[in-house]
């Protein structure tokens, strides 16, 4: 099922999320959730899915979702993904953003 | 390797660095190999990648934008604009040659205006289809967007491509009004009606006084467009997103026929667009789970496959604006005489005014960006891909003999036809998408002897590419052979005369003007 980021304000205000952490949700719903998202056709949920199975499709729910192996495949691509320059996800939007789905996957 | 463009010294080249981070800041102009690598073609189909820039530049506003001109006019360094840099199989962000500075325009990512009552937009060349489309939906405002396929691409950038939609203003550069412009020299320009000071018809009409300019910023190199107007539709009473199944290969022609009529009267509200079975197969995941054998997949294989999926050999689909009871009346007769053609199926699904769109095929007439088109690129390991595009009139004797010229082409080559006819009422587009895997030689090699050869066996018959891969800029251009091509030194006048450097993206369209090639 698809992760509202509108919880995101509710947990920041009890403090279970960072601010980075909320910053990084930001970016991932401006950057990755149009190809990444859990609703039907997704290319690269479809993509991670054809690669490592059903279970690991959701980057906040994946075992292979890493600080490095984030930070490599949004500057270098893989696949039919390009990669992301910094005026696109700038270096602190990047920690952010790992920040982000590394707490994501530490909570599963 | 050298970074130094023919002719400038290393000393000149550090000043022009230094000067350019005193425009944008330091942190928005690099040399480093990291940072060039990110504005590589990543659907390159050279097996070495491509061209890689020199560095890059990213000003935040129109009068950096002009200061990073000047900069680059004085030391003789070569620039090469990117809005998005998103304009994969076309060549992405990449420059046509190596010593070229990439001049990163993202940053500048302002909406300027939406007008609900006259209907348009004013961007900057790094708001994206997306940007636009939450801004709007946030805002409340009532206005559809005409998107392409990827939906992160520039609004700008795509109109100025050429590029084209499915929505109702879907010819993009010609529903886009009122340019903002850096000239060579570092100038600024307004053109169609804000060549006047104060002037409110800038970004909708386009008339102006004297010779217009506009079309002199698509596809070029003759300056830097910073800001644009772009229409938007009104949100309609309601959309009917049809949809048509052809069983047969030779149903095609008759199909552009008979739409032919409804596109052109306006009873149809969006392009007419047509596919075979490949678009919508190559959706499905890898090509070996359909076939493994040698050359392009046989005909009776995608009879196969069309069974299996519940397809035809050709699917098409187009929207019809409007009140409930006016579209389906408008559809009742279409369908009358689609049901002419032999083996055609029909459906249709309505949607009233602030309904949610369920189909994805409508979502797109309704201007919802999305990237769902790169789930095809799943049909090869490592997908990649780059199209032609011939314009061919929208008759359906002039279907027949160009997608016969182009699939027994590209099986020649042992490739699959994948082919979407984008239909405009007087014309087509018919995109052809070679998929390739970017990590395979053999098959970026194939890949290009298909392009290279299909290309030039329609322009020997006539048919023109609207728009190509950084590759093929200066093959496409020679294509344009009337009176010795007297387009392209037209063009190449033009560009010695307001770009006497050769500073914006030499090599852009086959256009190099006194640009000079470094000697190694």
């Known amino acids: 099922m698809k992760k509202s980021i509108l919880a995101v304000p509710f947990l920041l205000l009890i403090g279970l999320v960072t601010n980075a952490q909320a910053d990084g949700a930001k970016t991932f719903e401006n950057w990755c959730e149009i190809c990444h998202a859990q609703s039907h056709n997704m290319p690269g949920t479809a993509h991670i899915e054809e690669l490592f199975g059903e279970s690991r499709k959701d980057l906040r729910n994946s075992p292979f979702v890493n600080a490095a192996t984030v930070r490599q495949i949004v500057r270098n691509g893989r696949g039919m993904m390009p990669p992301f320059r910094r005026t696109e996800i700038s270096n602190a939007a990047l920690d952010e953003l790992i920040e982000y789905l590394v707490a994501e996957n530490q909570k599963q | ?520």
């Open chain 2, 1 to 520: 390797m050298s970074l130094l463009p023919a002719g400038v010294s290393k000393r000149s080249f550090d000043r022009a660095l230094k000067e350019f981070a005193d425009i944008v800041g330091s942190e928005w102009v690099s040399t480093q190999e990291e940072d060039r690598a990110l504005y590589v073609d990543a659907y390159s189909p050279d097996s070495d990648g491509g061209t890689m820039a020199s560095g890059f530049v990213a000003p935040n506003s129109t009068e950096q934008v002009q200061a990073c001109v000047r900069v680059a006019n004085k030391y003789k360094i070569p620039i090469w604009p990117m809005s998005a840099g998103r304009n994969l199989a076309y060549g992405g962000a990449a420059p046509k040659t190596n010593d070229t500075f990439v001049l990163d325009l993202k940053r500048m990512n302002r909406i300027l205006e939406v007008n609900d009552e006259l209907a348009y937009a004013v961007v900057e060349p790094g708001v994206s289809f997306l940007d636009l489309y939450r801004h709007l939906k946030e805002n409340g405002h009532k206005l559809w967007m005409s998107v392409p396929g990827p939906g992160w691409g520039s609004i700008i950038g795509n109109a100025l491509e050429r590029g084209a939609g499915y929505g109702k203003d879907s010819d993009h550069f010609a529903t886009s009004v009122g340019m903002e412009v850096v000239l060579p020299d570092g100038d600024l320009l307004r053109t169609g009606m804000g060549a006047m000071e104060k002037n409110p018809s800038w970004h909708i009409s386009s008339t102006g006084f004297g010779p217009s300019v506009d079309g002199l910023f698509s596809q070029s190199n003759f300056g830097i467009v910073t800001q644009m107007g772009r229409f938007l539709t009104p949100e309609p009473e309601g959309v009917l997103g049809c949809e048509l199944s052809a069983e047969d290969e030779d149903a095609a022609p008759l199909l552009m026929d008979v739409l032919r009529p409804f596109k052109i009267d306006g009873t149809i509200s969006t392009p007419v667009v047509l596919g075979n079975q490949l678009l919508i197969a190559a959706y499905t995941g890898n090509r070996s789970k359909w076939y493994d054998g040698p050359g392009a997949i046989p005909d009776d294989v995608l009879k196969d496959m069309q069974k299996k999926l519940g397809i035809g050999w050709w699917s098409g689909f187009f929207g019809i604006y409007g009140p409930e009871e006016e579209v389906k009346s408008k559809w009742k007769r279409i369908e009358a005489a689609l049901n002419k053609v032999p083996g055609v199926s029909t459906e249709s699904r309505f949607y009233g005014k602030g309904e949610e769109i369920t189909h994805q095929r409508d979502s797109s007439l309704a201007g919802i960006p999305h990237l769902e088109e790169f789930n095809s690129l799943n049909w090869a390991s490592n997908g990649a891909h780059i199209d032609f595009s011939p314009v061919v009139p929208m008759l359906g004797s002039e279907l027949e003999k160009t997608y016969r010229l182009v699939k027994d082409t590209l099986t020649e080559f042992g490739v699959d036809y994948r082919g979407a006819i984008y239909a405009e009422g007087r014309f087509f587009r018919q995109v052809v998408t070679l998929i390739f895997n970017r990590n395979d030689p053999e098959d970026q090699q194939r890949v290009r002897n298909a392009f290279s050869t299909a290309v030039n066996r329609l322009a020997a018959e006539g048919y023109g590419e609207y728009r190509t891969h950084l590759a093929y800029m200066d093959d496409v251009a020679k294509t344009y052979n009337f009176n010795d091509n007297a387009m392209l030194r037209f063009h190449e006048r033009l560009k010695k005369a307001i770009d006497p450097r050769g500073i914006i993206a030499p090599g852009k369209s086959g256009i190099w003007g006194s640009y000079k090639k470094r000697d190694v």
